[in-house]
């Protein structure tokens, strides 16, 4: 194929993809995308209609949107030195194209001309809403900028993607960078079967171990390094693997500090251009918290209603070890906030989270959040046979077997999803669930196409793909998850059936496509699910016997789920705090001071005080450095969005979790809705008023 980036097939060929045909690919996608601006551009203010106008501009750039959501993807999964060297090639030119569009007068000229036509007057629904958003997306990118201010804003986007990028870089890089492989096993006393089997297989793989001479091969992904923190006794091992983890991003050649500094320079000047106070007042202006001083308040009010308890769960936990170990109640070392956490943990309840592992292989999760998926929201899904092809192979010229899909990597599964009252199929999607070099950390969703209305006047099928970084299966055991995995599935299949359930006749509203502190509410409503004994019954099931869970482990961890919860909660909120304190703060007048005692002294109340002092996630904080905007100023978004995920899914507790009436009119009234409507009046559709604090308290046995 001459252009395989651009085929339109719906099922891709991925084996075609090849690193040597992106740059080609991207640039014409660009070129083609740039005539279409342009013919918009010139075509005169005269007889302007909304398809002419708003949906010319939508097709304009559809093509090279797709072409380099695969390259884009690739990155993520897949990466190579030939494709990152493709990719660092293009993504200049990308980020100017975007740039340049809400720049181009011609254009703006248009779109305002068709503002004042009777048929813009008269819009309604999701087409009024297409109209407003896009202005609001014009003026907010520089429309309205003067020309000298347009020129500078168009050379900082394509400075600031560049930076994101090598930021993104430099942590897979660092990271992929160590390992500790360990040859005497006494050295893992206290590791669990699960993950010593993981690491004994690992050092196999990589030819640092044989039968005859075991190892044990540690790494920074996050199935070797949690249990390695949580459980192994010996205080040394657990202290080399944390400094390792804690320097991504503070060494040469991965030094990310001055990509800090430089990101958080652009996002204020960026601001400044456009009159705001700082970027947080900039980004936020069309999300629910509207600015920067309502997200703070936010997480400062829940910082004040949490404080307390937290307080008292950091001296809980230095006088259990000190108890243990008889010694005077101290500050802990960092490595040892997870151990002796797991530790009191188990004595409290009698509970270890490892025992839970045996009921929840990974196959038998997924199908039951299938299963789940149609008895709550009358969605069926079907996996189809999938195929690997090497790249090059000559079977990637090849027709493949009927209802075979291509796949990226073998492990990556393929599914459809229907309506299972109508038959209607309402797209599919790929999961690739497992860590390995080339790919990314996190957990992630994404789309590659969303839906438009066919000739048929019926909505075609959506395309996406959830990832993650979950346990791997070993050669006696299948992929056994830990409770806190089987809720990150739940959560990135929570955003998948949001872009799969769209039904907005726009794709530029359809989907996912909403304000980032709405986002979070389908995934984290999800996590739910995980925590009820009639669900977990469809799918924690002991790999072994098939068994359910046990009434009196059921008990224990449902005792338990509230342990260290200011902790946890205090955690979320400290990254929220370092985020927003960041970018309306540090950005302004104090990038040139030392970025660690910054923002020790902006978390001293929202941090455990460690012994010695722990270094900031900062420099390996993807989200809000490994794209140009991502969470920045943002992330305080989790929090926002469960408290509305703790207080919707009240109405499921009340009316029944498993009711399929209140399944369907959370798909009706929030996932089916995409951006089509302003997202608080999407939540009170379905709850009938605003949201209330107390669940999101209460649910944390904090209130």
């Known amino acids: 194929m001459d252009h395989p980036y651009l085929n339109s097939d719906f099922e891709i060929r991925w084996s075609q993809l090849r690193p040597e045909a992106i740059e080609a690919d991207i640039q014409k996608a660009l070129d083609d995308a740039q005539q279409r601006i342009d013919t918009l551009a010139n075509s005169g203010t005269e007889d302007r209609s909304f398809e002419n106008t708003l949906l010319a501009l939508e097709d304009s750039t559809e093509a090279l949107g797709r072409a380099w959501g695969l390259v884009t993807h690739l990155d993520s999964v897949c990466n190579s030195d030939a494709l990152r060297a493709a990719y660092n090639a293009m993504l200049p030119k990308v980020s100017e194209f975007h740039a340049k569009i809400p720049l181009n007068e011609g254009l703006w000229k248009v779109l305002k001309a068709y503002e004042q036509t009777e048929e813009a007057g008269q819009l309604t629904g999701a087409r009024k809403r297409f109209l407003d958003e896009t202005l609001a997306d014009f003026r907010e990118h520089g429309a309205d900028l003067p020309p000298e201010k347009k020129q500078r804003l168009q050379k900082l986007e394509t400075e600031l993607s560049q930076i994101t990028q090598k930021f993104g870089e430099n942590v897979l890089d660092a990271t992929n960078d160590w390992e500790l492989v360990i040859t005497d096993s006494e050295r893992l006393a206290g590791l669990p079967e699960t993950s010593g089997t993981a690491a004994y297989e690992d050092a196999l793989a990589k030819e640092k171990g044989t039968p005859e001479q075991p190892a044990w091969r540690f790494t920074l992904h996050m199935p070797s390094l949690q249990p390695a923190l949580q459980y192994l006794d010996d205080a040394e091992l657990r202290k080399q693997i944390w400094e390792a983890s804690a320097a991504v991003g503070y060494q040469e050649p991965y030094e990310n500090t001055e990509l800090i500094r430089k990101s958080l320079q652009l996002r204020h000047e960026k601001a400044q251009i456009f009159g705001k106070e700082d970027f947080s ?195 006696k055991k299948p992929a056994l998850l830990t409770h806190r995995e089987v809720e990150t599935v739940f959560h990135e299949f929570g955003h998948l059936l949001h872009h799969l359930c769209g039904e907005v006749e726009i794709k530029s509203l359809n989907g996912v496509e909403v304000a980032w502190d709405f986002v979070e509410l389908p995934s984290q409503i999800m996590e739910n699910w995980c925590w009820e004994r009639d669900s977990l019954d469809l799918f924690a099931r002991h790999y072994e016997t098939g068994a359910p869970i046990p009434e009196d482990l059921f008990d224990k961890m449902l005792r338990s789920r509230n342990y260290q919860s200011g902790m946890f909660n205090m955690r979320q909120l400290a990254f929220g705090k370092m985020d927003l304190e960041l970018h309306r703060k540090v950005a302004k007048d104090q990038l040139d ?111």
């Open 281 to 475: 007042d900039h980004i936020l202006q069309r999300r629910m918290a509207k600015n920067g001083k309502t997200a703070d308040d936010f997480v400062t009010d829940l910082h004040d209603r949490i404080y307390k308890v937290f307080c008292q769960e950091i001296e809980d936990l230095q006088n259990y070890k000190a108890r243990k170990t008889n010694t005077e109640p101290e500050l802990l070392a960092p490595w040892d906030i997870a151990y002796w956490s797991e530790k009191q943990r188990k004595e409290l309840y009698d509970f270890d989270e490892e025992i839970l592992r045996p009921y929840f292989p990974i196959n038998n999760v997924i199908n039951g959040m299938f299963e789940l998926t149609q008895k709550v929201f009358d969605i069926q899904i079907k996996q189809r046979p999938s195929t690997f092809i090497e790249a090059g192979d000559a079977e990637s010229e090849a027709p493949l077997p009927k209802d075979t899909v291509e796949v990226w990597h073998p492990e990556v599964q393929y599914y459809d999803m229907f309506d299972a009252s109508t038959g209607r199929k309402m797209g599919s999607f790929f999961a690739d669930w497992h860590p390995r070099e080339p790919k990314r950390g996190g957990a992630w969703m994404n789309f590659l196409r969303t839906g438009e209305i066919g000739d048929n006047g019926v909505l075609t099928p959506h395309l996406g793909l959830i990832c993650g970084n979950l346990t791997p299966s070993t050669q």
């Open 593 to 703: 001071e030392d970025l660690d005692s910054q923002i020790r002294e902006i978390l001293a109340d929202y941090t455990i005080p460690t012994n010695p002092k722990a270094p900031n996630i900062a420099r390996r904080f993807t989200h809000l450095f490994s794209s140009s905007v991502g969470y920045a100023s943002a992330y305080y978004s989790y929090k926002w969005a469960e408290v509305l995920d703790a207080d919707a899914f009240t109405r499921f507790k009340k009316e029944g979790i498993m009711n399929k009436d209140t399944g369907k009119d959370f798909r009706k009234t929030i996932l089916s809705k995409g951006n089509s409507e302003d997202p608080a009046k999407l939540y009170r559709d379905f709850m009938g008023r605003d949201p209330k604090l107390d669940a999101l308290l209460e649910r944390a046995g904090i209130a």
